[in-house]
């Protein structure tokens, strides 16, 4: 996997996926990192503000012996008019590997089209890939497996969910998406996954009803009903989801005995979670917020 973009988990193939899974998984049971980025540097590029995607990169970086260089938008020429190619062009002269959180997927494409080096995409407006390994790496430390298990995910289908249908149908998990008719996911995300599916033997199913897809599952995710640029929309999101697609105890109810809540976070209690749910027994979400730590770290060393 040296020297791969990894923009999508389209791109990666399931043994590539569980090959990042299995290495996220040791590396988590050792005391410490192997050195495998020592004397190299990885550029972060924020476009978007972040609390997990940033530390979780950086610390991975650093632990894995390598040094990091946080490169906010604005603090950048890209804000006074450089343009992503003549930027990229500069930055793989300098870097080994460069991580964007960006608003639109189109400039993660001309990064990663032009610089030399490789390109993770920390988020996007269409993927969050490097999410999606730590939620797939969460499941498998609860239950044991992937292949066979149902996740449910409720409410708006965003760039998290797009990602999810993908990972969930390359593993081999069977995805149940709730969310209300306008609110995606991306046609594009659908097709991809269901043809994953096709592969491995799972099942994509886009509904309307939350408790259609809540009922008998191993795992219930769900994400904000207003994501950082949806402002303006959030009286009219907040009334179309709630109290529909809330995760709360009643809804937790129709999934199976032992399964858990899991949440990319920052969530907004009250919101799309109740208090009761993601701080009860069945929340995973802050061993899923760790493997952002340990997917990180297993992905920077098997491409860079």
Not at 89 to 96: G, I, K, N, Q
Request: glycine share 6%.
């Amino acid at each position: 996997m040296k020297g791969r973009d990894i923009l999508s988990l389209v791109e990666l193939s399931s043994k590539e996926i569980n090959l990042i899974l299995q290495r996220s998984a040791l590396i988590a049971r050792q005391k410490r990192s192997p050195q495998q980025l020592k004397g190299k540097t990885v550029a972060l590029i924020f476009q978007k503000p972040s609390t997990r995607t940033r530390v979780s990169f950086e610390t991975a970086v650093a632990h894995l012996g390598g040094h990091p260089i946080y490169l906010s938008w604005n603090e950048m020429q890209l804000g006074r008019g450089e343009t992503i190619s003549d930027t990229a062009r500069v930055l793989e002269r300098y870097v080994d590997a460069i991580v964007a959180r960006v608003y639109s997927h189109e400039d993660l494409v001309t990064l990663a089209e032009t610089a030399d080096v490789p390109v993770i995409n920390g988020l996007s407006d269409k993927a969050h890939p490097c999410q999606i390994l730590a939620d797939l790496l969460t499941l498998v430390q609860y239950k044991k497996r992937l292949k066979g298990l149902k996740l449910a995910y409720i409410g708006d289908g965003n760039n998290v969910c797009n990602s999810l249908l993908v990972g969930c149908a390359k593993t081999g998990v069977n995805i149940t998406v709730a969310r209300p008719q306008g609110y995606g996911p991306d046609p594009e995300a659908i097709r991809n996954a269901k043809k994953a599916a096709e592969e491995s033997g799972s099942t994509v199913v886009i509904t309307e009803d939350s408790a259609e897809a809540a009922k008998d599952a191993d795992a219930i995710y769900t994400d904000t009903f207003v994501s950082m640029g949806m402002e303006k929309e959030k009286e009219t999101r907040l009334s179309t989801f709630i109290p529909k697609y809330q995760v709360n105890k009643e809804l937790l109810r129709l999934s199976k005995p032992g399964a858990i809540f899991l949440h990319c976070l920052p969530a907004h209690r009250g919101d799309e979670v109740t208090e009761e749910v993601i701080d009860g027994p069945q929340s995973a979400v802050w061993d899923q917020a760790e493997n952002r730590l340990h997917t990180a770290k297993a992905l920077l060393s098997l491409i860079v």
